[in-house]
């Protein structure tokens, strides 16, 4: 007589500080043993999920900040989130593009260290519809910035879908309006919801074109070759799946024939 398998969920602690690959492993939650033998063991592969506004390197994380050039020349104060909480963050004058700004304890905790968070410095233009740039010295900021920094961190902490103008979302992803057309014709990514007058796009579509540009300063490639690019490694990736999922029930067949 064979006995059947009963599929269970089980409730997995997660320690703080895991890595990609890293392996957890669930004693005598595998398959039952020859004989009547002692259950096996099971092991899960930890796969980190893209993040919306974090890069992870190592224990750090990184996320791109958006300012203006005057913030960048006059110095500012801008909110950034972090894992926890947003935080007030300082940019000091005469900043350049790409510099990181270091914030010590904000990155990924593990048993042995504390990470940091890394900063890293965008210039953008303001949307074409601003005609006045603000008066030197003063404390205006763009209302889009704002926007992306403050309701998108705090709406990624509270588990929230977030949303995004086609201003917001170009700013967020660093390319134009004409290359987000041509991503959206493409197939690349969908509105979320469309409108009378605008598109409106959420946090997946902003992860989506955010791998699409480091893909193509990588390979060097356009965007119909991106687009290709990005279908082939959701195939492979699919595949994967599909193998470890056939290997999982053969492993279960050969331990039950």
Request: aromatic share 4%.
């Amino acid at each position: 007589m064979i006995e059947q398998e009963i599929p269970k969920t089980l409730n997995v602690k997660i320690p703080a500080g895991v890595g990609n690959g890293q392996r957890i492993r669930l004693k005598g939650q595998g398959t039952p043993g020859e004989n009547g033998g002692p259950n096996g063991d099971l092991w899960l592969v930890i796969h980190i999920a893209p993040h919306p506004l974090f890069d992870i390197v190592g224990q750090d994380l990184e996320i791109v900040v958006p300012v203006s050039p005057w913030e960048a020349a006059l110095g500012a104060k801008v909110t950034v989130p972090t894992l926890k909480e947003s935080i007030l963050l300082t940019i000091p004058p005469g900043s350049q593009a790409g510099q990181r700004l270091r914030v010590k304890g904000k990155g990924l905790v593990s048993k042995k260290q504390t990470g940091d968070l890394y900063a890293v410095l965008k210039i953008v233009m303001p949307p074409n519809r601003m005609k006045t740039l603000p008066r030197c010295g003063s404390n205006w900021q763009t209302p889009s910035r704002l926007l992306i920094h403050v309701r998108l961190g705090e709406s990624i902490m509270a588990n929230v879908t977030v949303t995004f103008t086609i201003t917001e979302f170009c700013l967020h992803t660093g390319i134009s309006e004409e290359e987000l057309n041509e991503i959206v014709g493409l197939g690349v990514v969908e509105p979320r919801e469309i409108q009378e007058t605008t598109w409106v796009f959420d946090d997946h579509a902003a992860i989506v074109v955010q791998r699409a540009v480091r893909l193509r300063h990588e390979l060097a490639l356009d965007w119909p070759g991106i687009a290709v690019a990005l279908t082939l490694m959701d195939d492979i990736a699919h595949l994967k799946q599909e193998n470890r999922l056939l290997r999982q029930r053969l492993s279960r067949f050969v331990a039950h024939p």
